[in-house]
């Protein structure tokens, strides 16, 4: 994408940026409003994947619906864009019949952890070789910011206009519950521990799951005290805490002025992972395999 | 028996043999299930990926799947729902997989959407509704045909699909490796629209040698020539498979011919008239059915699946009664065969629809129709009693 720059005056053009060849540079620019964290989830993965040691073409986005699900379809990869909440079964099946795959599911926080929640917890307790990052900005901002399973309790959204009476999934504590083998939240201000995050993930053999804090000044921004872009990021930065090793039944997220935000790498452990006891299974019933056998 | 509208070799369709061989039953005879005989094929059709979640009367499709895929180096995985069955087969199907799933009623329900996604991304893949009662749980486990409609209309927006009714255990065999031939050749879903007596029942198989099956493989996209990955003016896509370099964005919204997503609505148009028109341009091609006493025919029974042993019956003891019936049977409910029910309905008096459902395909019959058309229809849950056709037939022939 050409973008003009100045240099002491005088307009230079440049034509290139290094990392055009990884994304559709000709389709953009992109859907995301102004001050959005999509956006830097989108160049973090990037980043980590000029260092990843697998082909590029064994690179896989499949997303969801909704802002966050709009990331796959800017990535020059195999890239599946499919329904809303199903992110994380397609990629099951695709992990399955491919194990040499990199899958990556990058989509919302309504997406993953409300209409997907079900498929979410699964896979973490089967342990699929996928990697998952949930983009949570609290509200569902593509359908004009209504209330989903991530919105803190009080928060205000079109569809709890009078405060919302749910409390949210603490997530991170959920999945690792659920049986993940890496789990870790960041949000859009740690653009370097998203990316390292987001190599770790590469290497880990299992479920590993990166939840990323993002701004949505339109929507849910605007009605709970953020209504402006660097707001909600001026907020991670004086209440974010990093603490890897955080007791996780205390780490639910709260937007109020006075609330934390616990973040880290909080689990990285070793399971046998889905596709690995597959394997082993078949090597164990495969001995008939080639031979014609009886009903 | 399958005489007409057999799936033929194209140039966009190769033979593969090679990896359908192994692990696949002995030629011969055997007494077998009918969900028992769905996985031999589907191992014989070259399918090595299963993603399900039980359900009666489909279960043993699931439970002999799991039993078989790892012996012959595939997958059978049980997933949280039918949702994520049904998204998982799109997942395998584009990592170049055959993939399939059995399910009943209320599962075939929950696909809906995912079945759609499948449709308007081209991934070929096998769902089998193995019918019982209805609506809701219904009576598991007893026979039904109330799935018809929701087969051909059941996921939002416009489709055009394509589902195969067996009436036997060989039958049952033999058409699910007929739906992967055109799964992999039109590169959409396929149903196998079986119905719980023809899945619970045993009879008689004959499972043919491989080398006498004709087994079709998808065209695959090469990632060195790729040029448009959605090449609208063509029936048949080559297939970018995952991992081999084509860099493509495979969308659910609607997308052009790189794979975009487009809100032009003269892409709605081209991108609709290719899923559509693949379908209906080779609708001929697909048709099956199989004729009794169609000859001389002057009442004629329009039938399918189970319903259609209860309609040869009722046909050969309204002969003995002096009225000239034939039995037509739909072998492709979908697409719809509107030429030959138009052909047949020229030649007879009446037709008549035995249904165990309230009136489903017998509305496509009287729409092609050129006689009078009676749906006798009845509640799921007993097989169609062939007396009740036999006084349908008395009725309308007197």
């Not at chain 1, 995301?32 to 040691?53: E, F, Q, R």
């Not at chain 1, 990697?131 to 009080?154: K, R």
Request: charged share 20%.
């Amino acid at each position: 994408m050409s973008r003009p720059v100045t240099d002491g005056g005088r307009e230079m053009i440049a034509t290139k940026h290094p990392l055009d060849p990884m994304i559709r540079a000709e389709r953009l620019p992109n859907i995301w409003c102004p001050g959005c964290g999509i956006g830097i989830v989108l160049a973090a993965y990037v980043n980590a994947l000029t260092k990843s040691t697998k082909p590029h073409e064994k690179n896989v986005c499949i997303s969801g619906i909704g802002c966050t699900g709009r990331i796959a379809g800017y990535l020059n990869l195999d890239t599946y864009h499919t329904t809303h909440g199903r992110a994380i079964p397609f990629a099951t099946g695709m992990a399955v019949a491919k194990p040499d795959l990199e899958v990556f599911v990058i989509a919302g926080d309504g997406d993953i952890s409300t209409i997907g929640g079900n498929h979410l917890i699964h896979a973490a307790r089967r342990n699929v070789d996928i990697n998952v990052i949930m983009v949570n900005n609290f509200n569902y901002g593509m359908t004009g910011g209504q209330h989903g399973a991530t919105t803190p309790l009080n928060a205000r959204t079109h569809t709890s206009p009078y405060g919302n009476v749910e409390s949210p999934f603490n997530v991170p504590y959920l999945v690792s519950a659920a049986g993940a083998s890496f789990v870790a939240r960041w949000t859009a201000l740690h653009v370097i521990q998203v990316t390292k995050a987001i190599k770790r993930m590469m290497e880990i053999k299992g479920f590993a799951f990166l939840e990323v804090l993002s701004p949505c000044p339109p929507t849910y921004g605007e009605y709970n005290g953020y209504p402006a872009a660097l707001d909600m990021m001026k907020h991670f930065r004086e209440r974010s805490v990093v603490d890897n090793g955080a007791d996780l039944s205390t780490v639910s997220v709260a937007t109020g002025a006075d609330d934390r935000i616990v973040v880290g790498n909080f689990v990285d452990r070793k399971r046998p992972s889905y596709d690995e006891l597959l394997t082993e299974l078949q090597a164990r019933t495969g001995k008939k395999s080639g031979a014609l056998t009886e009903a | 028996m399958r005489r007409s509208g057999e799936v033929k070799v194209s140039a966009t369709t190769t033979i593969n043999k090679k990896n359908t061989s192994s692990g696949a039953l002995k030629p011969g005879t055997y007494f077998m299930m009918g969900n028992f005989a769905c996985v031999e094929a589907a191992i014989m059709a070259g399918c090595r990926f299963y993603a399900g979640y039980p359900i009666t009367p489909s279960s043993e499709i699931f439970e002999r799947a799991c039993v078989r895929f790892p012996e012959v180096g595939g997958s059978a995985i049980e997933m949280e729902d039918e949702v994520a069955s049904a998204a998982a087969l799109i997942g395998a199907s584009y990592a170049g997989s055959k993939a399939m799933t059995a399910t009943s009623g209320p599962g075939f329900s929950l696909m809906m959407e995912n079945i759609g996604l499948a449709f308007i991304t081209e991934a070929p893949l096998v769902i089998v509704n193995v019918q019982r009662a209805g609506p809701s749980t219904g009576i598991p486990t007893l026979v039904g045909q109330g799935d018809m409609m929701q087969a051909r209309w059941g996921s939002h927006g416009d489709l055009e699909t394509i589902a195969y009714s067996p009436s036997s255990v060989q039958e049952f065999f033999d058409l699910t490796i007929t739906a992967f031939n055109t799964a992999e050749r039109f590169r959409t879903p396929v149903f196998v629209m079986a119905d719980q007596v023809i899945g619970m029942m045993w009879e008689r198989l004959k499972i043919p040698s491989i080398e006498g099956v004709e087994v079709l493989q998808r065209k695959v996209m090469d990632a060195k020539t790729r040029a448009k990955p959605f090449d609208y003016a063509n029936d048949f896509i080559p297939m970018p498979i995952v991992g081999t370099g084509t860099n493509i964005n495979v969308d659910s919204l609607t997308h052009d011919y790189r794979g975009y997503p487009s809100t032009d609505y003269t892409v709605s148009e081209s991108m609709i008239g290719h899923l559509l028109g693949k379908i209906r341009r080779h609708a001929e091609e697909i048709w099956k059915w199989d004729g009794y006493l169609l000859d001389d025919a002057e009442e004629l029974v329009v039938a399918y699946g189970s319903t259609a042993r209860s309609a040869l019956a009722a046909v050969k003891q309204a002969r003995a009664n002096g009225i000239k019936a034939g039995l037509l049977r739909l072998i492709t409910p979908w697409p719809f065969p509107d030429a030959i029910i138009e052909r047949y309905s020229r030649r007879v008096h009446n037709i008549v629809v035995p249904e165990l459902n309230y009136g489903q395909i017998v509305h496509p019959v009287r729409e092609n129709a050129q006689c009078p058309v009676i749906g006798i229809n009845r509640a799921p849950g007993a097989l169609m009693d062939p007396t009740t056709i036999v006084d349908a037939l008395e009725v309308v022939a007197n």
